[in-house]
């Protein structure tokens, strides 16, 4: 069993940043994929963002490429979410994830985090 924590969240203004964590606990991190979604109300989660069990990978949906960052300290266990030149758009409740391997779907992911709400005000 995994246990995802997240933290971080809050109410930013549009252009503003917020740095997202999420502590692992349980089975091994180090040998995790991790991935961050989120769900707005009314809208099916998203994807984010992934990175692989060794960070040497990564993968983020177009709407954050050059804005958001993913990284993980498998000492710390635990994975970050950099959010700059943030929108009122990014606004959503974020979850984190945990999986075998490295992916993008919703579906494949094993472990959830109850997730932490970001506010984005224009």
């Known amino acids: 069993q995994v246990q995802l924590v997240e933290s971080g969240g809050g109410l930013v203004q549009a252009g503003g940043s917020l740095r997202l964590s999420c502590a692992s606990s349980?089975?091994?991190?180090?040998?995790?994929?991790m991935g961050w979604f989120r769900q707005a109300p009314g809208t099916e989660r998203e994807f984010v963002a992934a990175?692989?069990?060794?960070?040497?990978?990564?993968y983020y949906t177009d709407s954050v490429k050059g804005r958001f960052t993913i990284s993980r300290d498998n000492a710390k266990t635990t994975v970050y979410l950099q959010m700059n030149s943030l929108k009122p758009e990014d606004t959503a409740v974020y979850y984190c994830?945990?999986?075998?391997?490295?992916?993008?779907?919703?579906?494949?992911?094993?472990?959830w985090g109850q997730g932490t709400q970001v506010t984005v005000s224009s």
């Open positions: 994830a945990a999986r075998s391997g490295y992916g993008i779907y919703t579906s494949t992911y094993n472990y």
């Open positions: 990175i692989s069990w060794n960070g040497g990978s990564t």
């Open positions: 349980g089975r091994t991190f180090s040998s995790l994929g």
